[in-house]
């Protein structure tokens, strides 16, 4: 009588034991792609044209680190500063949050494609995001964390349109989806152009084409309007 639930635990223990391995080669394979040298490689040519501080004595600016020249990606132009600037002795503070926030990204990443039921391609996709930048070498790029945080919110939003497509979506909800975007936008608005396939979800339902054609509307408009808010 013992050996069937001896059986189911030691199968729940490898199970257990393989995640944590899994877990553990991906932190791994993040420390070696992204903090080696624990971060200190250096400053980039854009931490000079961010910075606030005084070529001298090295003094802050404070005043600049909240400037806003013109309304353009508030978020990213305040982030930015304030991480490039105030630990300036010290760039590689800069560079492993830069590399975190692309972790980050690559959870997101992860997190979405599994919930689509892409178990192994999740892990796949989110190793070959993380290992092979492309375009921007975002994850040693302090100016590019504003991309990543954006990244991730956009990943999070499609997720959650995506997790449920024949759910209808309450008013909080939107409300939430529209915040997010803002928020995306005034990072880098180039993310938040991903999110516009998102409103053809509910038309892979098997719903009344009255409803699906509602739920696009609103998904339409929860993006679409804090995005012209915003330009």
């Not at 995640?19 to 854009?46: E, M, N, P, Y």
């Not at 994850?139 to 504003?146: E, G, K, S, V």
């Not at 956009?154 to 024949?166: G, I, K, Y």
């Not at 939430?176 to 180039?190: K, S, Y």
């Amino acid at each position: 009588m013992d050996e069937p639930s001896s059986h189911i635990f030691s199968a729940a223990r490898s199970n257990t034991l393989a995640s944590w391995c899994v877990i553990a080669s991906a932190l791994l394979l993040f420390v070696l792609a992204g903090v080696f040298f624990g971060g200190d490689i250096g400053k980039t040519r854009d931490d000079y044209t961010w910075a606030v501080n005084d070529p001298v004595s090295g003094a802050i600016a404070a005043a600049d680190l909240w400037r806003l020249p013109l309304f353009w990606r508030p978020l990213s132009l305040i982030l930015v500063r304030h991480l490039v600037s105030l630990p300036w002795d010290a760039p590689s503070i800069a560079n492993v949050c830069t590399a975190i926030a692309y972790l980050l990204m690559c959870v997101a990443v992860w997190r979405w494609l599994r919930g689509l039921g892409y178990i192994l391609g999740a892990g796949a996709c989110a190793a070959v995001v993380l290992t092979l930048p492309m375009a921007f070498d975002i994850m040693h790029w302090p100016a590019a964390i504003p991309t990543a945080l954006a990244g991730t919110i956009v990943v999070l939003v499609a997720h959650r349109v995506m997790r449920a497509p024949d759910r209808e979506f309450s008013r909080r909800s939107m409300l939430w989806i529209g915040l997010a975007v803002f928020i995306a936008c005034c990072l880098n608005e180039q993310a938040v152009a991903c999110l516009g396939a998102s409103v053809l979800v509910p038309g892979w339902t098997r719903l009344d084409v009255l409803v699906r054609a509602r739920r696009s509307v609103a998904l339409a408009l929860a993006i679409a309007v804090p995005s012209a808010l915003y330009i």
